[in-house]
């Protein structure tokens, strides 16, 4: 007696092909969704560092007489600014090392080596409108427009752009902005003169912390030296 077993039917190559297609078709959709949503979640990081870093600002100022730090010296006795805020954050760096403490960094920085992820404002005037770097700290009174006026920025990255590995590089004293061609709709690369705020770190523009120490992002195009001019 013979039994009748139902022969089982597997996938054919087309119906193989198109289910493959449309994983192809899903994953296409899908990359760019989860793409978009990993650089958000590293804009909302970075954002959330500079607030701190603005709370350790505030509490420095207070403590000193409302000065905050502007341009570091290499070699010279101005340190730059987030050594002196350390003892004002609320992550406490392991062996006075600023290089462990998390918010000096932007997660959307390429270099994940580069130490010092934002530019501070060193913007200063000799009196007939020319540009110089203000190295000596500044009394918050002085600024007119504390909350259009940026004091830190998203550090540019590129082969122009130093890496700062440690506190004592030469190179700490490129972490500042005190000229036009350093503002990100400057196309110079030069070491010195080059762009040094960040022209697309986030989406078209980069993040700033303002001297009222508020947060926001800021367009490329829309940057201009009057927000980076401390005491017009």
């Given at each position: 007696m013979f039994i009748n077993v139902p022969k089982r039917r597997g996938f054919t190559l087309i119906e193989l092909l198109?289910?493959?297609?449309?994983?192809?078709?899903?994953?296409?959709?899908?990359?760019?969704?989860?793409?978009?949503?990993?650089?958000?979640?590293?804009?909302?990081?970075?954002?959330?560092?500079?607030?701190?870093?603005?709370?350790?600002?505030?509490?420095?100022?207070e403590h000193y007489g409302l000065l905050i730090p502007r341009s570091a010296e290499w070699g010279g006795n101005i340190k730059p600014w987030f050594q002196l805020f350390m003892p004002f954050l609320s992550q406490k760096a392991v062996r006075d090392d600023y290089r462990n403490v998390k918010i000096f960094r932007?997660?959307?920085?390429?270099?994940?080596?580069?130490?010092?992820?934002?530019?501070?404002?060193?913007?200063?005037?000799?009196?007939?409108?020319r540009w110089r770097m203000q190295g000596t700290p500044t009394r918050l009174t002085e600024c007119p427009r504390p909350a259009t006026t940026i004091y830190l920025a998203d550090n540019?990255?590129?082969?122009?752009?130093?890496?700062?590995?440690?506190?004592?590089?030469?190179?700490?004293?490129?972490?500042?902005?005190?000229?036009?061609?350093?503002?990100?709709?400057?196309?110079?690369?030069?070491?010195?003169?080059g762009r040094r705020?960040?022209?697309?770190?986030?989406?078209?523009?980069?993040?700033?912390?303002?001297?009222?120490?508020?947060?926001?992002?800021?367009?490329?195009?829309?940057?201009t030296t009057d927000m980076w001019n401390y005491n017009e």
């Open positions: 198109v289910v493959i297609s449309i994983i192809a078709l899903l994953m296409g959709i899908l990359m760019p969704v989860l793409r978009k949503a990993r650089e958000q979640g590293k804009d909302v990081v970075c954002r959330n560092n500079l607030r701190q870093i603005g709370m350790a600002a505030n509490f420095y100022a932007c997660p959307s920085y390429p270099d994940k080596e580069q130490t010092v992820c934002f530019v501070v404002n060193g913007w200063g005037h000799d009196g007939d409108d540019e990255d590129g082969p122009w752009r130093t890496i700062i590995k440690k506190a004592t590089d030469r190179d700490v004293t490129r972490c500042d902005v005190f000229r036009p061609s350093h503002l990100p709709d400057s196309d110079s690369e030069d070491i010195t003169g705020v960040a022209k697309a770190r986030h989406k078209n523009g980069c993040n700033c912390l303002f001297l009222d120490w508020h947060v926001g992002w800021m367009a490329a195009e829309e940057m």
